[in-house]
């Protein structure tokens, strides 16, 4: 699931626009691959603050069982690193030294992984009712996603960076390979298997809490004050078509309307006496006057779409409708 689209910017160097048309090449196959499935969720462009560092991540995917951070590389002609991990690359027929994405990507997810150990509490669940689980134990990877053209002299890159870099065509392959997903029955009777994961109302939390923490970068066109953004120009259909002008417009922002809900109890109409409960299907309320359940799941009260899911933050019930981007407070 796409939670934040490429925030696209002003270029006027072909540096930069060569550095934003691989970063919506990167974000073309995130969206092809990932868009409908529930249980990753991509944020990119994510830029946030934490005890006064600021942290800019390409790609940001988060799924049950941990966290992978994408850095993207605009690189044209040859690509080597040497035995101390030190890049160069060639640039009209000239060899040049360059910073590591690899290293950028490392202090970006120290960096990350601060911000959720202190807000741990605001998103994931106790052990056993006991404990407060952590990120700790979670599953940490970053890769570099370089352009397609480029040419990656494999024989002396050192393994641990060969197996981090890879070429933007080939990156789902790899996140595939790096995630392993699993369904619930395959991590029941797959022991050797051990690693935590987060439930869905986790996955929830943690994107929402992700998304508030981000900082928008500054656009040519400002938006309505009033609108949040999440969403920016749609990406193309076609990595070869994508075209980086010197100066996008953002599209319309995503509504965020929190407009009071008509949630009520299915069976006896009662709309105040209940309470939110969360099951095998999802979130409900159960009803303290007849004693039923009802879905929080509902139709889109602005489109009467039915693509809407709920999530929740802290004490907040939130319907939110895939189709139209709208919001509706639930409880």
Known sequence: MILKTKS??????????AGQKQEQSVAFFLRRAFKTHKQVLVINDFKFTFNDETAQIDHLIIYP??????????I????????????????????????SPIKQVELQQALLRELLKEHKSEMLGKL?????????????????????????????????ISDKLVKSEFLVDKLNKVMNIKNRFM???NFSDTRPFFSE????SIGSFLLKQNIESQQIEPTAANSTTYTTTPAPSDPQQIQVPTAVYQTEAKKT??????????????????APMYGKFGYYIKCNQCTKNTPMKQACPQCQSKNTKVQKRKETYTL????CSSGTLLI
């Not at 696209?8 to 626009?17: A, R």
């Not at 069982?65 to 605009?74: A, H, M, P, R």
């Not at 044209?76 to 910073?99: C, D, I, P």
């Open 187 to 189: 991590r029941v009777v």
């Open 128 to 160: 056993l009712g006991v404990k407060q689980q952590g990120f700790n134990m979670r599953c940490w990877d970053h890769l570099c996603a370089i352009s397609s053209d480029a040419v990656i002299d494999r024989k002396t890159i050192p393994a641990a």
């Open 320 to 323: 939110n409708c895939q189709d």
């Open 65 to 74: 069982y941990g966290f992978v951070l994408i850095e993207s590389k605009s």
């Open 76 to 99: 044209k002609g040859h690509v080597k690193v040497n035995k101390q991990e030190e890049w160069t690359r060639s640039h009209n027929n000239k060899w040049q030294g360059m910073a």
């Open 201 to 204: 109302e986790e996955l929830d």
């Open 257 to 274: 309307s929190t407009t009071q809900s008509y949630l009520c109890c299915k069976h006896c109409g009662e709309s105040t006496n209940y």
């Open 8 to 17: 696209l910017q002003s270029s006027k160097t072909p540096q930069s626009i």
